[in-house]
């Protein structure tokens, strides 16, 4: 009897947590860096290769931190929500151009538009690594302090612009 039992009872666990886990938002990724400085560092500027950007220069502003690269299908999906938030003007994005050519970086920007006050570039993904990264695009919102207050995963659309991140970006503002 034990032995028609046993697996039967292996098996509906297995079922129930593959259950559970279907249920659940991938893109909710927990942060550690949530309500923790942002990572420092000291990048060069994308266009710019003799300018030196570090997080002190950023800091004074709540805004946006986007994680992109040009091999990323995701990223280009979500290029015209950036194009679109830039030109509202609610808060300054800035990009972290990840594991990527330089070349190719700035002719999709100058192809596509640039939506970013400044790119930091990040060759070897070490500022990525640093924030947590394990994707792009991912986006940081980060208050005047230089304070990680929100992580997004995934390409920005605009329901997730206007549901998840204006909100967040209206609320660290009146604080």
């Given at each position: ?108 920007l100058q192809r596509l538009g640039n ?61």
């Open positions: 009897m034990i032995r028609y039992v046993l697996p039967l009872a292996v098996f509906l666990a297995l079922v129930s947590l593959l259950a559970i886990g279907l249920t659940r938002d991938p893109r909710l990724v927990p942060s550690p860096l949530v309500g923790q400085p942002a990572p420092a560092f000291a990048l060069t500027d994308l266009q710019q290769p003799d300018h030196t950007v570090t997080r002190a220069d950023l800091l004074g502003k709540v805004f946006l931190l986007n994680v992109w690269a040009t091999w990323c299908v995701s990223c280009r999906a979500e290029h015209e929500v950036l194009m679109q938030i830039a030109r509202q003007g609610d808060v300054p994005i800035y990009g972290l151009n990840y594991k990527d050519d330089r070349q190719e970086a700035v002719r999709w939506p970013y006050v400044r790119n930091l570039y990040d060759p070897e993904g070490q500022v990525g690594l640093d924030l947590g990264v394990y994707g792009t695009p991912e986006s940081f919102l980060v208050d005047q302090k230089g304070v990680i207050v929100h992580k997004h995963v995934g390409p920005i659309t605009a329901a997730i612009w206007q549901q998840e991140l204006r909100p967040v970006i209206n609320a660290v503002k009146a604080r």
